[in-house]
Nanobody
Framework: QVQLVESGGGLVQAGGSLRLSCTTS????????MGWFRQAPGKERELVAA????????YYADVIQGRSTISRDNAKDTVYLQINSLKPEDTAVYYC??????????????????WGQGTQVTVSS
């Protein structure tokens, strides 16, 4: 099974940018659909972006649409989430998730099987 390790979180001022990385190991990365979720205190975990096995399929939640890019480097077994114009409401723990399947319009936590430990993103106003 695949293991996921996120990095790139931190404290950033509103309007700034971050690039989150999720490096995988243990299986063939290119066979996985990948997603980025976030969970703020007291809120449910929500999908913010997902990418299929290739660039042909991507999804962005409305809360992040237009100011973020999800990408993957199959040679480096890594998926990225670039977030620009960060807002205080983007503050959350961001989780990388994976499912060994093709694109099936994932939206829910149950659509993914494997999870990273999360990385904290804090946006100050």
């Amino acid at each position: 099974q695949v293991q996921l390790v996120e990095s790139g979180g931190g404290l950033v001022q509103a309007g700034g940018s971050l690039r989150l990385s999720c490096t995988t190991s243990g299986d063939t990365f290119s066979t996985y659909t990948m997603g980025w979720f976030r969970q703020a205190p007291g809120k449910e975990r929500e999908l913010v972006a997902a990418i299929g096995r290739t660039y042909l399929n991507t999804y962005y939640a409305d809360v992040i649409q237009g100011r973020s890019t999800i990408s993957r480097d199959n040679a480096k077994d890594t998926v990225y989430l670039q977030i620009n114009s960060l807002k205080p409401e983007d503050t959350a723990v961001y989780y990388c998730a994976a499912v060994r399947a093709g694109w099936n319009n994932p939206r829910r936590t149950s659509d993914f099987r494997y999870w990273g430990q999360g990385t904290q993103v804090t946006v100050s106003s």
